[in-house]
């Protein structure tokens, strides 16, 4: 489902949502009538269950006018419906009026930042109630199941609404979890935008096509949020999908939608076994390789002056350095590469440096630019040589007392939009996370000279749900981070309220084993 993210129910609340309990008194709510008639549900069901619809919209209407009603399914990546003018417009007022009073909660880490209510299997407002129970109730759910051709379970559905400001946004995932002999089999979004909400406003529901090992590749669709429309598809494996960064410019308008699933049996079909599941190859993590004999330990000193700042170099600074970080595990070195250094590699850093650089995916696991080839980039070949060198792991031992043999490294660029998220399946492996930030530098008279948390593109350590470390990108600023097998990382979303992009060299070494 693409906006909600899943509370456990209590066994009341569970009950609740079987039975359609709670209090107060039930009114009468209905869709539209045309959405019920023969002529639409057939026409709808033959269309939505066709695997070769041809357009790449198919639409049915009932007149001319929007609130006449418009059955629409998008046929590519995977069949996605729209209703439009689905319920009564006075009856959806009323609802995000009840909403507005309950209490919400920021809703922020890897995969998403948006604001959501409490589940709303028990809550008693009168409009909360009526939709609960009429979504959840014979004549919606046997409605659903004509339009779409599914199976559903009466009485049981997950409900909770969502509120995206600017900047929020949910990125690529699929709906596909079970719970027990049930398995969700249709995501709804019913959206309660303003009237004016358009394209340019965002928080449009994304599709992303899958290549031939269903990986997420790129968003080939949209359903522009609408008031009063419902958007709906059934989940599966291919179904990925993202609700897209909301850019409002008026800051109090804010993309409302109540969203769920409806539930259906388990069957062998739609049962995902874990030895199901397209494991991701070896390459979405950077290769690991020895460190590279680059000088004699004799000639250390004359390749650190070269390359790094000259305090840093100091025996004293290092004691410094490898007290701090053998207190807290981690620490920065700001201005860390020799002024002259840092000059020449970002003249080198150019829109043509990175022009041949590739998107690295896949969607639901991360998205940036990487410069796999340096061949004709001299001064960034160097650097780069010179951080994957035993020189450098040197360096690093006399401020970690670590002893590193192995290391992987990726020059990188995050423009707007990228992102990284944890994956079960692409954990990276324990080491000494060392990153160095080569964006320009910014005035200090320049507004935009501090890094601001809601711009995104922050380094998050986490372990479990407890947040340990958070790394803002810098200039020249070298970070280094013992992360063990508990410790994860992710860098967040960057949003299209960041002021710049971010450039860096980001490298795991890995130390030699007690064995050897």
Known sequence: ???????????????????????????????????????????????????????????????????????????????????????????????????????????LNDLYWFHQTDDLALNGKKHIKMLRDYLSGEEFVGFMEKITGTEL?????????????????????DDDVHRGKMTRKIAYI????????????????????????????????????????IGFF????????????????????????????????????????????????SSVLPQVSPLEHLVDTKDDQTQWAKWINPDYLKAAVQVQIQDTFMEQSSVELHNFLHPKAFQSILSCLSQEFWHSASLKGPAHLRSYLEKESLASDTDIRELAGFLRSDSFGRFLASVTSLQLVDASQQVRRFNKGHYTLIHDQALEPAGLDVTLSLMPPVPKEDPHAEWDESWGGATHYVADKDELLRISPDSNSLSLVLRDEGTLRFVKYLNHMAPRDIQEISMVFTEQNEDE
Not at 194 to 220: H, I, M, N, Q
């Open 234 to 281: 059934l989940t599966g494996m291919v179904s990925y999908h993202t609700v897209e960064e909301v850019t409002v410019a008026d800051q109090k308008r804010e993309r409302w939608s109540v969203t769920g699933w409806f539930y259906g049996p388990a069957t062998e079909n739609n049962t995902t076994e874990e030895n199901t599941l397209q494991i991701l190859p």
């Open 1 to 107: 489902m693409p906006d909600k993210v899943e509370q456990k129910a209590t066994p009341v609340e569970k009950k609740a949502r079987m039975t359609g309990t709670g209090t107060g008194q039930t009114q009468a709510l209905g869709i539209n009538p045309w959405y019920l008639s023969d002529e639409f549900t057939d026409s709808y069901r033959k269309a939505f269950t066709d695997k070769h619809l041809g357009p790449p919209m198919f639409s049915i209407k009932q007149g001319e006018e929007p609130m006449d009603g418009e059955g629409i399914i998008i046929s590519s990546p995977f069949h996605t419906g729209k209703l439009r003018s689905i319920l009564p417009n006075k009856f959806l007022l009323g609802l995000k009026h009840e909403l507005s009073e309950l209490n919400w909660h920021e809703r």
């Open 153 to 173: 379970v009466r009485g049981y559905l997950d409900l909770a609404a969502q509120r995206y400001k600017k900047g929020n946004h949910l990125l690529c995932h």
């Open 190 to 229: 019913i959206y309660l935008v303003d009237e004016e909400w358009s394209e340019e406003d965002g928080g449009a529901l994304g599709l992303f096509d899958s290549d031939d090992s269903r990986y997420p590749t790129k968003v080939v669709s949209h359903i522009v949020p609408e008031f009063n429309s």
